[in-house]
């Protein structure tokens, strides 16, 4: 609409501004945003008081990770959080990194297979990885890694409480 900041003013004037209580802006959009950032980390519950799935998302979102860095998307789980049986595999494929969700590659459809020699149902299981974002070159996550997700996984299963665990990879 204006071409310059003169221009701005003198329009101001004209329309009856005679005072400017500061000579900075106001940032106000900046404040509004930076609230609701501070807003967010202060809604991040610490893992014992977490009693849902969906509370973990943030928090390992915010878990500070070279695996993080390198994947495309976080995979955490997939299936029913209400099942008796929870499958937990290594680590995330190439396929779970592009798509988000855990098996879905060449070893989630023989895991299909084997489930349905057996009358189950993928839908009704909770899936989930040792770790949430894939490895680089899909390689085998170092012990370090495990141990760094192992407290996520060991509340995934105290919310859940399967009566089963299988244990892949």
Known sequence: MFQSNKEYINFLIQSGVHTFLKETPNKLLENQQNHSKSK?????KKLDEITEIE?????ISNHKSLLKDNAKKMVLYDGNINSNLMIIGEAPGQEEDEQGIPFVGRAGQLLNKMLSAID???????????VPWRPPQNR????????????FLQRQIEIIKPQILYILG
Do not use: W
């Open 140 to 151: 085998t996550p170092s012990d370090q890694e495990i141990l760094d997700f192992l407290p």
């Open 55 to 59: 509370e973990l998302i943030p928090l």
């Open 120 to 130: 189950l149902n993928r839908k009704n299981i909770y899936i989930t990885n040792v």
């Open 40 to 44: 967010e980390k202060k809604e991040l």
